[in-house]
């Protein structure tokens, strides 16, 4: 598996980023689509691609994902267990997704144009209230946030506490929230090694969550320990299914 | 209240408003790589202090030098007594001059 998945992953990343500025003109002169919309679809093809370089090896299980039952805009919340968590966001039926990341992606060579050619939000090194407002804007423009409310990927299959700010802007926005449940990439890849594993890789998208049932002061930590309890309960059932 | 009672407050509403472990409330566990909390929940950590103790905290110089767990104790131990020698102040004026 190792021997055949990294070498083409290698391979794809390679031809996306020399046929990137190809593929980008291109859609440009067919599409009336942004330069941050393109970015996004050629990200979410990159992701189409590593599903089918892996595909042999795992197997996805899909609930919720259906193109009717997600609507944008939207703000989703996904627990992270491993580095190719933010792979299976290829999933998604839509590829207008802003990812809400750490600095680190902003600051590597091979990312780092497409980072900000997507517009994705860099959570960590930029003051909240610019995150928020560029977040706030996405989501007026229809467009859908990704975030990974743990901040780290879980080292022990255990979910971390959550940080608020998806939270906060969900009650800020009035936005609907939704919860993404992600078990067996900690199988495929887990954190601390390069060892890939065949594994039944599962995302379960559980219903909207309305902000406006958290009116209260600080409505928002309400919602946050609600959304961790609710996806915890979900991962632990998801994982023990897939044992 | 009693210093240990004011400490047990802040513990017990920095767990179950932040999601703490009880074993990671240790005097000298900082905020931010210890505990985890950013900026946000600084801003929430406020008003979550203002709730347990019925006290009004300002954009105050002490505040912003918290950095631990044990900072915290601190600062409202400093504010409770604060208020404390306020209300007995206060007390003292209204009685008057005793004759």
């Given amino acids: ?243 | 209240m009693t210093d240990r009672e004011i400490i047990e407050t802040i513990n017990k509403a920095m767990q179950d408003e932040f999601e703490l472990s009880p074993g990671a409330m240790r005097p000298e566990a900082q905020l931010t790589t210890d505990l985890g909390l950013d900026s946000l929940d600084f801003v929430d950590m406020v008003i979550v202090l203002q709730n347990a103790f019925h006290m009004k905290i300002r954009d105050e110089k002490a505040i912003r030098e918290i950095r631990t767990l044990g900072d915290i104790h601190q600062f409202v131990l400093n504010k409770h007594r604060e208020l404390a020698a306020k209300s007995d102040q206060t007390t003292t004026d209204n009685r008057g001059p005793t004759t």
């Fill in chain 1, 1 to 243: 598996m190792n021997l055949t998945v990294y070498p083409l992953l290698a391979l794809l990343t390679l031809l996306g980023i020399v046929l990137f500025p190809l593929g980008f003109l291109l859609w440009r002169l067919l599409t009336a689509w942004s330069a941050r919309r393109i970015t996004r679809h050629f990200v979410w093809l990159y992701g189409q691609g590593w599903r089918w370089i892996v595909s042999p090896f795992v197997h996805f299980r899909l609930e919720g994902l259906e193109k009717a039952s997600l609507r944008q805009p939207c703000i989703m919340v996904v627990n992270h267990l491993s580095y190719f968590d933010t792979y299976c966001m290829a999933a998604l039926p839509f590829h207008n997704a802003a990812f809400a990341v750490r600095s680190w992606p902003f600051k590597m060579i091979w990312y780092s144009a497409f980072m900000h050619l997507a517009r994705y939000l860099n959570v960590e090194g930029t003051d909240w209230s610019v995150v928020a407002e560029q977040a706030s804007r996405e989501l007026a423009d229809g467009g859908c946030l990704v975030f990974f409310p743990e901040g780290h990927r879980s080292r022990d299959g255990k979910m971390r506490r959550f940080h608020s700010g998806a939270f906060k802007l969900a009650i800020d926005t009035g936005v609907p929230l939704v919860p993404l449940c992600v078990a067996g990439t900690d199988v495929l890849l887990p954190p601390g090694s390069f060892r890939l594993h065949p594994a039944r890789v599962h995302l379960r998208a559980l219903p909207a969550i309305d902000p406006r049932q958290f009116p209260e002061m600080l409505g928002h930590l309400h919602m946050r320990k609600t959304v961790r309890e609710m996806m915890a309960r979900n991962v632990a059932e998801m994982t023990a299914a897939n044992v």
